[in-house]
């Protein structure tokens, strides 16, 4: 279903272009547009199951360096600079105490923050801060990106981590998302040694994950 859907979709409007329905170059450009749209949407869809299936396989490949999350993590967030200025959104850090390097992927942990960034992202109301925060455990060190959106529902947490499934399921698809983030978020956080969880109530989300201290 999540296949057919844009195949579908990129079906019906290139026919529409071919039949000479969209007669006007504004109405082409405009139905070009959401076929390449489309596509993207198969494009992401089609990796992040490539990612799942070597993750159930055992098969992903982990290369764990230490990572000094203090200049990592600013890094990360530019990247996402430009999305969340569009709703106002600010990035600020937050730790008690210096946290040391943590032993992980880069390009994992890079992933992994990803997904749950712009899923704060999508969720937080314009003008908020989404709250990046470091803390140091016994031999590990714990992340957490913090949103003041709407939250959970209490009926839905035990599922957010299934395959394919969305909280918000009228805006899921509009928004590009793919039902698969969290799922492989999970897998690649355990994969690298670590545990992922969230807590959520009305107004505020919390996703915290774990991983290794490096030695």
Do not use: C
């Not at 959401?34 to 089609?46: A, G, P």
């Amino acid at each position: 279903h999540e296949i057919k859907t844009p195949v579908a979709a990129i079906q019906a409007l290139a026919e529409t272009v071919i039949d000479g329905m969209a007669p006007t170059a504004e109405q082409r450009q405009r139905y070009l547009g959401n076929i390449v749209s489309e596509s993207k949407h198969i494009d992401r869809l089609i990796h992040d199951l490539l990612d799942l299936a070597q993750l159930d396989a055992g098969e992903l490949s982990i290369i764990r360096e230490p990572i000094a999350l203090t200049e990592f993590l600013p890094a990360e967030l530019d990247k996402h600079s430009s999305l969340a200025a569009t709703k106002q959104l600010t990035f600020k850090i937050e730790q008690s105490a210096p946290a040391p390097p943590v032993l992980a992927d880069p390009d994992r942990l890079s992933q992994v923050l990803a997904n749950l960034i712009s899923n704060a992202i999508r969720h937080s109301p314009p003008s908020t801060p989404i709250i990046i925060g470091l803390k140091s455990l016994a031999n590990k060190v714990q992340i957490s990106v913090q949103d003041f959106g709407s939250g959970i529902p209490a009926a839905e947490l035990d599922h957010i981590w299934d395959r394919f499934y969305r909280v918000d399921k009228s805006r899921a698809r509009r928004d590009g998302g793919t039902g698969l983030g969290l799922a492989i978020t999970k897998k690649l956080v355990q994969a690298m040694d670590g545990t992922i969880a969230v807590d959520s109530q009305p107004g505020k989300t919390v996703f915290f994950f774990t991983l290794p201290a490096a030695k």
